[in-house]
């Protein structure tokens, strides 16, 4: 299983990205996907999730009606929509998935160690 991130980049406060992460080796479509973050000096945290099984949506509290998780089946690719973003954006960016389907809760869906599968990262910078 191979997931590659892409499309980070730098961004000014208020302006927007798209990050993308593309699948090898299993189908997005029948498992939990999530979006992980990393910023300098703190904890990986969990930005938003896809409880496949159940068909929930999650975020964190601190990107809720501003990031937007979604998922093409046929390209086999999931993506996070960032709008309005801010300097507390800033970090690497990361994609995560695993071959357990069983609906989660949130605070299950936003935990890193519950996924198997990690993209490489993809690096956001929000600054003036």
């Known amino acids: 299983v191979q997931l590659q991130a892409s499309g980070g980049g730098s961004v000014p406060p208020g302006g927007s990205l798209r990050i993308s992460c593309a699948a090898s080796?299993?189908?997005?479509?029948?498992?939990?996907i999530a979006w992980f973050r990393q910023a300098p000096g703190k904890e990986r945290e969990g930005v938003s999730c896809?409880?496949?099984?159940?068909?929930?949506?999650y975020y964190a509290d601190s990107v809720k009606g501003r990031f937007a998780i979604s998922r093409d089946n046929g390209e086999n690719t999931m993506y996070l929509q960032m709008n309005n973003l801010k300097p507390n954006d800033t970090g690497i960016y990361y994609c995560?998935?695993?071959?357990?389907?069983?609906?989660?809760?949130?605070?299950?869906?936003?935990?890193?160690?519950?996924?198997?599968?990690w993209g490489h990262g993809t690096l956001v910078t929000v600054s003036s």
């Open positions: 995560a998935t695993d071959r357990i389907y069983q609906p989660r809760r949130k605070s299950l869906c936003l935990n890193h160690n519950g996924y198997d599968y």
């Open positions: 080796g299993l189908a997005l479509e029948q498992y939990t």
């Open positions: 896809i409880s496949t099984a159940d068909g929930s949506t």
